[in-house]
């Protein structure tokens, strides 16, 4: 099974991750997992001031702040992953990514704001839900 590991360093990506530790029965055979974080875009004034180098450079160490933590922590766990990192709307970014991925399951932790909480203040999750024909898995 292919495996995408939505992870942004919360809390709640935490709780995932030792669901997903802790649940491994639930998952037949050899599964192929990918982590994936998806930074915000910087303003384009910002970009402009400065520089593509610059710019790279804070994606790539921001991306890195995630991921290295999720990437050591499964491997501990005798789990072999792969990492990927994209810019741009978190919730479409992941549907996206696990459509074009050809994903057999997005797994993500979830805050659990209720209706009103996500009416709000929006959800990543609820966007994933919404956009993503591939199975999601929230862990609460």
Request: charged fraction near 20%.
């Amino acid at each position: 099974m292919k495996i995408l590991l939505a992870v942004d360093g919360s809390p709640y990506t935490k709780k995932m991750l030792a669901h997903l530790t802790t649940h491994l029965e639930m998952f037949s055979g050899d599964n192929e997992f990918t982590a994936l974080t998806v930074l915000g875009t910087l303003p384009p004034r910002a970009r402009a001031a400065l520089g593509k180098e610059v710019v790279d450079t804070y994606y790539a160490e921001e991306a890195k702040k995630v991921l290295e933590p999720v990437i050591k922590f499964l491997t501990r766990h005798n789990l072999k992953v792969k990492s990927l990192s994209k810019i741009g709307n978190a919730g479409d970014t992941i549907a996206k990514t696990a459509e074009s991925g050809n994903y057999d399951l997005v797994m993500m932790g979830s805050r659990g704001h209720g209706a009103l909480g996500a009416l709000v203040m929006g959800s990543v999750a609820t966007r994933v839900l919404a956009h993503c024909q591939t199975p999601v898995l929230l862990v609460r």
